[in-house]
């Protein structure tokens, strides 16, 4: 296996720039054994978000490359995917990192190509590291055919990748011709970002000699959303001759949406693009002039100590400030506004983007390590290694989940939860669906967990609560994704109907197609399925079985009857997410004192998200006797085990006693 570092400005990305007409490039694939010449090339195999894409690259691929051509990128728009193999004729296919790191797993080697080209993987991924971890793996060293692995990066990250992968050979692509943008900095970072970020793009706009297009970066996804909104309020009144400029939010949660972006507008009609950290790399808009940059992101870092994931406003890095700046050059060139000094920058932005390796939770990770028979997470080459406490974690939780052998190996069930585009414990959950004979309800909420998880922001009028009242369901959450979805379907799928309750049509239609993609794979591995039965008294227990089969280790009890939530598995504290059904109904009732939750986010309040009520005989039923007994010590673990011997009843509410100290430290990240 032979391998080569491409690295260049921000345009690099195949789909972007012209690198791959490099001299270098060429030689490095000529050296393959079988290269066939052909005009015109078979037409690219391709899906979702790359089509635009390869519509671009195909004409310009003369050979055909023995075992086809595997591209692999990372896409922010799309979390999941179970596709069919590409199709024998295809010379060459696109498709997400994720999904190529299962299937890589799937098979014995890296799976049946001559030539991978890992795009975009400064972006630094869980699923691009650990790809490129496997290829350096000696054991794929020697493969048949003597395939070619091409790293396309930034060249900060050369010296990291040239450490990494040895004396590869590497091939710099100069930057593209153009002068460089004006740059101005802020003396101080704003206090409203979205306040100054739209007076910006107000002020660009009255100026006769500033034409094109601008992109504005904001930490949230929020932000965007708040800023698309007073910008479309101000762009109607605006004195500026021509038609008013169109406003575009550009993120993961705008789904097919993220095409009108590139659609090509009326003459002299502005875009307003406003996005976030999604563009750093991974996008280009040629008529982009003027970049205005908050210099701000929002992420989600998961505490494997606490089993939760925190909302962390941070710096971008040196990296991604530079990427954003060059975003405006061009001919004529553009500008560039920070919204922060260039103190700030220089003193207080890393020099690299943050590896997400170091960031999420690595359950999925090393599952998928242990299907490709690397026993030990620790043997795996990172570029950045994790934590050993968060991959002990995850052996952890693998193991509660009975995903690995008394051996400490993959074991039967292992191999099966590996095949699914889930969480583990989701995954767990969908399997156990099967026993209870409630697979077509846990089909909709595996999709609505992981496409749509319900609203993501208060009502903005009554009439809008009152349609999501309406989808409410009395036994919790989990009930309420449930009918939100076959109201949805029931609806026809209506855009409008969507807006009415404030729910994201784009992420219910990606929803709507995981699930199809689930039930293709439920029946590749021969799962069984079962008829709907949503609703009834029996299905509503087997749902919460089901559920509990999976989630058993994201169970909280109520200590004092008013919502106080302690988390059995360590002593935080947590109270109902704003959008929890049990919050919202017209006549208040007794918070449940047992839920089950699938998420728990550090934040002011510290919130539990998408609760469901469960009873505690029930838990102590299906979860491992092991890990009642490794709970830390709590009233809720004494009432769990007694429960378990048949020595009480359990009561309606206790009151657990804590001491002010025990409750202040649970409340903190160590």
């Known amino acids: 296996m032979h391998f080569m570092t491409t690295v260049g400005s921000y345009r690099l990305s195949y789909t972007s720039s012209g690198w791959h007409q490099e001299p270098a490039f060429h030689r490095f694939l000529a050296k393959l054994t079988k290269v066939e010449q052909k005009a015109p090339p078979p037409k690219i195999k391709l899906w979702d978000w790359s089509l635009s894409s390869a519509s671009r690259m195909g004409p310009e691929f003369t050979f055909v490359l023995q075992g086809g051509l595997g591209w692999c990128g990372w896409l922010g728009v799309s979390r999941t995917g179970c596709h069919p193999d590409p199709c024998p004729r295809a010379a060459g296919r696109f498709c997400w990192d994720r999904l190529f790191l299962q299937e890589v797993a799937s098979t014995r080697g890296p799976g049946a190509w001559s030539v991978l080209i890992l795009d975009e993987v400064q972006e630094r991924s869980v699923a691009s590291d650990l790809l490129q971890g496997l290829l350096r793996d000696t054991r794929l060293r020697n493969l048949p055919g003597d395939p070619r692995v091409v790293v396309v990066t930034d060249p900060a990250l050369e010296p990291k990748f040239q450490a990494f992968w040895g004396n590869s050979p590497i091939v710099r692509v100069p930057r593209e011709p153009g002068g460089d943008p004006t740059l101005a900095y802020k003396d101080t970072v704003p206090t409203d970002l979205v306040e100054a970020a739209c007076q910006a793009v107000l002020e660009l706009c009255q100026q006769e000699e500033a034409p094109g297009d601008v992109l504005v970066y904001l930490p949230s996804e929020e932000e965007i959303s708040l800023c698309c909104e007073s910008l479309s309020g101000e762009m109607g009144t605006l004195a500026v001759p021509g038609p008013p400029p169109r406003v575009l939010p550009l993120h993961p949660g705008c789904a097919q949406a993220i095409q009108t972006v590139y659609e090509d507008t ?24 003027h970049v205005i940059d908050s210099g701000l992101e929002l992420r989600s870092v998961y505490n494997p100590r606490i089993r939760a994931e925190s909302q962390v406003l941070r710096p971008i890095s040196k990296c991604q400030a530079e990427a954003r700046l060059l975003r405006a050059k061009g001919f004529p060139p553009g500008s560039c506004l920070r919204l922060y000094s260039k103190s700030t920058l220089e003193l207080e932005a890393p020099p690299l983007p943050h590896p997400k390796v170091c960031e999420e939770n690595l359950s999925s990770l090393v599952l998928l390590l242990m299907r490709k028979r690397i026993a030990e997470p620790g043997e795996c080459h990172f570029l950045d290694r994790p ?23 993959l074991s039967d069930l292992g191999v099966i939860l590996s095949e699914f585009p889930l969480s583990p414990e989701l995954a767990k959950a969908l399997l156990a669906s099967c026993e209870f004979n409630c697979v077509d309800e846990m089909l909709t909420l595996a999709a609505m967990l992981t496409a749509a998880p319900g609203f993501t922001r208060p009502p903005l009028s009554a009439g809008e609560a009152a349609l999501r009242r309406a989808l409410e369901h009395a036994d919790g959450d989990h009930s309420s994704l449930i009918q939100v979805y076959e109201a949805f379907v029931q609806s026809g799928a209506d855009e409008a109907w969507c807006q009415a309750r404030g729910l994201n049509w784009e992420s219910l239609c990606q929803a709507r197609k995981l699930r199809a993609e689930l039930v293709e794979l439920m029946q590749r591995i021969e799962l069984p399925l079962s008829q709907p039965a949503f609703g009834s008294e029996q299905n509503r227990r087997d749902l919460q079985k089901a559920l509990l089969s999976g989630y058993f280790l994201k169970v909280a009890r109520d200590t004092d009857g008013t919502g106080n939530y302690l988390l059995l598995t360590h002593k935080h504290v947590a109270q109902l997410s704003p959008y929890c059904s049990y919050r919202n109904r017209r006549t208040p009732a007794q918070p449940p004192t047992w839920v089950l939750y699938h998420s728990f986010s550090i934040s002011k309040d510290n919130c539990l998200c998408i609760v469901s009520e469960i009873q505690p005989e029930m838990l102590v039923e299906l979860a491992p006797p092991y890990f009642l007994s490794n709970l830390p010590p709590s009233e809720s673990r004494d009432l769990l085990n007694q429960l378990r011997e048949g020595k009480a009843e359990p009561p309606a509410a206790v009151t657990e006693t804590s001491s002010p100290q025990e409750y202040g430290d649970g409340c903190v990240l160590q």
């Open 266 to 289: 009326d003459v002299n009609v502005r875009k307003i693009v406003v996005t976030h950290w999604l563009a750093d790399f991974s996008f280009s808009l040629p008529s982009i002039q």
């Open 387 to 409: 934590a050993p406490e968060a991959l002990m974690r995850a052996l952890e939780d693998l193991d509660y989940l009975a995903a690995l052998n008394d051996d400490g190996e």
